[in-house]
């Protein structure tokens, strides 16, 4: 814990326009593009895009790298130049069962982000190997963050030939895919991480149940150098999503009662292909509740695909479509730009840190 | 957030002896008995005795009593007297569902804890208004507190004609019994729980997740005003448990992976009652194992019961016998004495305090 200033400055060698404490953007598939990544990273934090296949991931990093060109012309400061050190302030984040390995490196080596995000290996550790591997011969400086959901997993990592420079530890309170069976919530999950990991050296991102500086400030506390959202950002202004379904992440309260893992939506929206120890987060809507009710699996999806074709009024408190969303959506209260997002959990934790120094 | 002094001045206002950050002994029913809870508060932290019926529980406090004489007769300093304003400075724990109003009644009046915890209550808020009421009428100026695993409940009791003096808030990685299927990671329930306690003005006890002085800090920037702690107690050398089951909790590793919520300890042991919301977070041993292969449960409780007439050794990697622990399992490492526990835990949380202040 005494570290947590040499871990922090660890991270901003590698990534020199980062504020502490450190707010990073998760890569959430389809959602997190290139306007809301660049937004994080020019308030300082970090924003991953999320790689969506080779053509979508080419032509979203050339979005981000045109709107950081964009902001330098303007004479934005926000970022010191479209390229820190050679390589674009954006992270790039890949899922290891559905992304092609020579696809990501074509992308990593054309553009160069500052650091990719792994996760969901379908081949564990030696797929993890191959791809640190194959990252850093394309782009040797590009920093390689693996998230994990497990200790063992974890430790692994860290003990294997190809270690990674960040590790990324998911709670189970956390949105979209994470460990379906074994996983727990991060405030024990962390800490044990964090002594499991304290003689490799390598910061630790927390990512799970993490939506202010409430949650930034535990995250600290319990051993990471830096927090990753991805609810909270459901409700920036410049995420990719549904108007309906960001309302939603507005709308619902008591993340307990309100979600919970389930296949159920990857069913129902026909995504395929997830190795077996995920499942996702999700608002439980009539879907859900059908389904528990014993509605067969064929009518709820007829009922599914026809609330999809109303658009946004597919969700709301009779809605049916796919909500993926961390337990922290009951944190969630309004839609605002991705800067403001950043800036304003940060300045939360540090009041907050101030608060607790004169309390005791 | 900002009121964290102004919270723990209300709880130091009660309990004038304790020191800041607040450590509480959560009652752990067979667990924690008057030496425990005596050396808890002596060393500025508040003990919970764990009511057990009235016989056992009229002679756990009147031990407490003693001891805390017996202290102030030898100038102990650690507690100003065996009776703050009147009060026993320790608490008594009841679990609702299980324990009689009258003998709670009679045991409270005789003694006057300072404060009383209720717990699982099978007749819900009707039930929590009888218990305060007639515990109230009993002693005036002993607090309730009461434990709640749901947004929904806890702001119901705020809201209810006798509210609690204290609410307690337990997320799901509590050892010993929880909510079995609503339940969520303290590191989201406690947030949104001081969200919605926030005009009641009602202080906070975070349980569940919290071993160290890392889950201090945590649960203090979520929003509580102090903390309970468990597990990590099993681990005190004042605990009421056997040598093997104390053992067990030092050797487990990976919470995670260690501890699960089961029923069927409850049910290999003949504890039977417990309303069905809730369930126990249990170590998997053997007979988790074994029951999870589908060996038939008369053949486990036989198993059981050998491995019970082996005393100690019914515990460790190859045992039988039950381990109520939270998933914060994987954070204790020794035994130590109480006061040495709840000193260094409130010191570590003070130089965690210290170096996130001084980090940005």
Chains 1, 2 share one sequence.
Not at 64 to 72: E, F, I, N, V, Y
Not at 275 to 299: C, T
Not at 301 to 309: F, M, P, S
Not at 323 to 349: F, N, W
């Amino acid at each position: 814990m005494l570290s947590l200033s040499v871990t922090f400055n660890k991270l901003s060698q590698a990534y020199p326009w980062i504020a502490s404490p450190l707010i990073v953007l998760a890569p959430m598939r389809g959602i997190a593009g290139p306007t809301l990544a660049v937004a994080v990273s020019q308030a300082g934090g970090l924003g991953f895009i999320a790689f969506t296949g080779k053509n979508s991931g080419l032509e979203d990093l050339e979005t981000a790298s045109q709107l950081l060109r964009g902001a330098k012309e303007q004479d934005d400061n926000s970022l010191s130049g479209i390229s820190i050190g050679g390589l674009l302030p954006v992270g790039l984040g890949f899922l290891l069962w559905a992304d092609d390995l020579s696809d990501a490196v074509e992308t990593v080596e054309k553009y160069r982000p500052c650091a990719v995000w792994l996760f969901a290996p379908r081949g564990g550790q030696e797929e993890l190997d191959q791809w640190t591997l194959g990252i850093r011969a394309a782009s040797p400086k590009t920093q390689v963050w693996i998230q994990f959901g497990t200790i063992g997993e974890a430790t692994a990592a860290a003990g294997s030939t190809s270690p990674p420079d960040v590790v990324v530890i998911q709670g189970t309170e956390a949105g979209g895919h994470g460990r379906a069976h074994d996983g727990i919530g991060t405030i024990t999950l962390l800490p044990e991480a964090a002594d499991a990991l304290r003689s490799s050296g390598i910061p630790i991102i927390a990512a799970g149940g993490i939506a202010d500086g409430r949650g930034v400030v535990a995250a600290l506390s319990l051993g990471a150098s830096g927090v990753a959202m991805g609810t909270r950002f459901l409700a920036a202004s410049e995420a990719r999503v549904s108007k309906g379904y960001q309302r939603e992440i507005v709308r619902v309260a008591d993340g307990a009662k309100s979600t919970t893992r389930t296949t159920l939506y990857n069913r129902l929206r026909g995504t395929v292909g997830w190795p077996e120890e995920f499942s996702p987060r999700m608002v439980k809507n009539r879907s859900w509740g059908d389904s528990q009710a014993g509605v067969p699996f064929d009518e709820l999806k007829r009922l599914y695909d026809e609330a999809g074709k109303t658009g946004d009024a597919g969700w709301g408190p009779e809605g049916r479509l796919a909500t993926y969303a961390g337990a922290v959506v009951g944190l969630v209260h309004e839609v605002e730009d991705g800067k403001v997002i950043v800036k304003s959990v940060r300045e939360e934790a540090k009041s907050i840190t101030e608060a607790l120094s004169t309390s005791f």
